[in-house]
């Protein structure tokens, strides 16, 4: 075993012969595989972005069907002001997940959410907090 250990360190020798007779640089050739061992590391953390978006899409659709699509006081059906309200706060799931994969867990266990537009929501929010029933 030893003299595969010598062997090795002298071949580790000679390259750095090899290599120091070039005159290479090895602070550029340190810097050029960071910047591909980076690459490679945004490379995952963008498919793991588009990955968690598909996923949240498709979460966010699923939500927003079973809570009919349209808001639940006005019936405004622009899914860019619809937002998810607690019907009962206290009843709110706290954990670990995407906000929708909690409140599919909530429309399963106490049926707890509405869809309502952003003005709509803003009114029930305001008359949940001073304590006004809905109505």
């Not at 997940?97 to 952003?118: A, D, P, Q, S």
């Amino acid at each position: 075993m030893e003299i595969l250990i010598q062997s090795s360190d002298s071949m580790t020798t000679e390259a750095l012969k090899k290599y120091r007779a070039r005159n290479i640089d090895w602070s550029t050739i340190f810097q050029e595989d960071t910047k591909k061992v980076q690459k490679e590391i945004d490379d995952i953390k963008e498919a793991r972005k588009k990955k968690y978006k598909a996923k949240n899409k498709m979460l966010k659709e699923t939500v927003y069907r079973k809570l009919g699509n349209r808001c639940s006081s006005c019936g405004i059906i622009d899914e860019r002001v619809l937002e998810v309200h607690h019907i009962d706060p206290s009843k709110k799931i706290k954990g670990h997940g995407t906000n929708y994969e909690l409140y599919l867990k909530e429309i399963h266990l106490y049926n707890n959410l509405t869809l309502l537009c952003c003005n709509c929501h803003r009114i029930e929010t305001l008359k949940q907090s001073s304590g006004e029933t809905s109505g």
